[in-house]
């Protein structure tokens, strides 16, 4: 198989997603909210790439979720903070969602063969359906706000890392990827919280979901684009 990592949505258009396993990344927070919905209960998640797609859907009954710029959205039951959705009264409920950067990536990822979601959270699932595919694989990082960040990278060197032996890296992108993860791996709670959307989210007050969201393998689930849902 090859591998490939693209770190931003505005570079999207330089790689092909069709035929592909495309795995989503937004660490912080939106995929590691998506991970962390599924496996405590959540029947399903509807990414949407506006807050008007969104709450349509809550108007037909979904539970609406989502921020800008870090903040929710006062209209909306829930923020963008996995503790949010590990709550047991979402067990069985459907969710729709829109945020700043994970679910564009996710819009822009539909033409994939199949489009999953990867967080530090559910890593060794990842790595484990990707070792399964016969698909070649785009690691797709959301950023911020087309830029480029650490934390997402981090993820997709995670998976390069692990993938080194049996996959072709298909540019230099993977390569630093690797690197990247290789020279941090021994304390990724803490490169974490060094990046620069940490930073900007702590104005939040959302140290824990940070934390959190470095932790590693807390649930074996791989959330996977069924229609417009993503589901177990």
């Known amino acids: ?12 258009h330089q790689y092909e997603v069709e035929n592909k396993t495309v795995v989503v990344i937004d660490i912080l927070r939106a ?31 979904y539970i609406m979720a989502g921020e800008r ?29 829109t945020t700043t950067n994970g679910t564009q990536a996710i819009e822009l990822s539909k033409k994939a ?9 559910n890593q060794k699932a990842v790595v484990n359906h ?12 959301a950023g911020w706000q087309g830029k480029y960040n650490l934390e997402d990278s981090l993820f997709a060197g995670a998976i390069c890392n692990a993938l080194k032996n049996d996959a072709e890296f298909e540019s230099d992108s993977a390569l ?9 791996a021994s304390d990724i709670s803490y490169y ?14 959302v140290r824990e979901d940070i934390e959190y969201c470095a932790r590693v393998d807390e649930f074996n689930v791989l959330p996977k684009l069924k229609g417009a849902e993503l589901v177990l």
């Open 1 to 12: 198989m090859k591998i490939d990592v693209c770190y931003t949505p505005d570079l999207i």
């Open 31 to 61: 995929t590691s909210c998506m991970v962390a919905g599924l496996a405590s209960g959540v029947q399903s998640i509807t990414p949407v790439a506006t807050v008007e797609e969104c709450e349509a859907l809550g108007a037909q009954g």
């Open 69 to 97: 710029g870090g903040q929710k959205l006062p209209q909306f039951q829930l923020g963008n903070s996995p503790f949010e959705y590990m709550k047991p009264e979402l067990r069985g409920k459907k969710i729709a969602t």
């Open 113 to 121: 063969n199949e489009v999953v979601i990867g967080a530090f959270l």
């Open 130 to 141: 990707l070792n399964k595919t016969k698909n070649d694989i785009l690691l797709f990082c």
């Open 176 to 184: 630093c990827a690797l690197y990247l993860y290789q020279s941090m």
């Open 192 to 205: 974490i919280s060094r990046s620069n959307h940490a930073s900007r989210l702590t104005k939040f007050n």
